[in-house]
C-alpha cells in the first residue's frame, strides 16, 4: 500500500492570508470604462453616419471608485486612469484635458434637496496635464461631505484640449 503524502504550496499560507487580509482591507475600486461621446441626434429619424463630439480619441478612460457602500472620509473619491489620448493626427497627446464632475441631484438629510444644477452642487473642472497621452489621477472633495448625503446619477465627463467632450460614463458593446 502506497502512502500519500500533501502537497506543499510554494508560497508559504501565512504570506497567502497576509495577502487575502490585506486585499480585503482595502475594499477595492470599482472600475467603469468611459465611452467616446457621441453627438446628439436633432431629429426624430437616426442621424447617418454616427460622429462623434471630439475629434480626439484614447485607448481606455478608466473611472475609479471605491468598492464601499459609503464615501470614505479622507480618502479619494474617484481616481481617473487615462490611456493613449490621441490627437486628429493621431500623435500622442502633451497638452491639458479637462475633467468635469456631474453632480446628478444632490441631497442632504439636515437640508434638504437642492433644486438640480444648483451652483451650490457644482463642482469646478480639473484640469489634467497629459504626457504621452497618458495620466493618472485622484479627485478627493476639498470639504467634507455631510453624513446623509445622498447624490442621484452625476457622471464624468473629459474634454479634450479644444473643450470637446471626447469621454463619458456610459456603455457600449463589443465592436
Known amino acids: 500500500m502506497r502512502s500519500v503524502r ?4 510554494s508560497v508559504p499560507l501565512s ?6 487580509a490585506s486585499a480585503a482591507c482595502a475594499g477595492g475600486m470599482n472600475r467603469t470604462y468611459l465611452v467616446p461621446a457621441v453627438t446628439q441626434c436633432p431629429g426624430p429619424a437616426t442621424c447617418q453616419p454616427r460622429e462623434f463630439e471630439s475629434a480626439y480619441t484614447f485607448d481606455a ?11 470614505q472620509p479622507g480618502k479619494p473619491s474617484l481616481r481617473l ?3 493613449g489620448v490621441r490627437d486628429p493626427s493621431h500623435a500622442l497627446v502633451n ?4 475633467v468635469r464632475i456631474l453632480a446628478g441631484r444632490v441631497s442632504l438629510a439636515s437640508f434638504g434637496t437642492f433644486p438640480d444644477a444648483s451652483p451650490l452642487t457644482q463642482q469646478a473642472p480639473i484640469p489634467v496635464t497629459l504626457h504621452n497621452g497618458r495620466r493618472t489621477v485622484s479627485y478627493m472633495s476639498s470639504t467634507p461631505v455631510p453624513n446623509g448625503t445622498i447624490t442621484n446619477g452625476g457622471g464624468v465627463e473629459v474634454l479634450d484640449p479644444e473643450g470637446h467632450r471626447m469621454a463619458v460614463t456610459g456603455s457600449q458593446a463589443r465592436p
Open 6 to 9: 500533501p502537497v506543499r504550496p
Open 15 to 20: 504570506l497567502v492570508l497576509v495577502l487575502v
Open 61 to 71: 478612460i478608466i473611472l475609479r471608485s471605491p468598492a464601499t457602500k459609503f464615501l
Open 81 to 83: 486612469d487615462i490611456r
Open 95 to 98: 497638452g491639458t484635458v479637462t
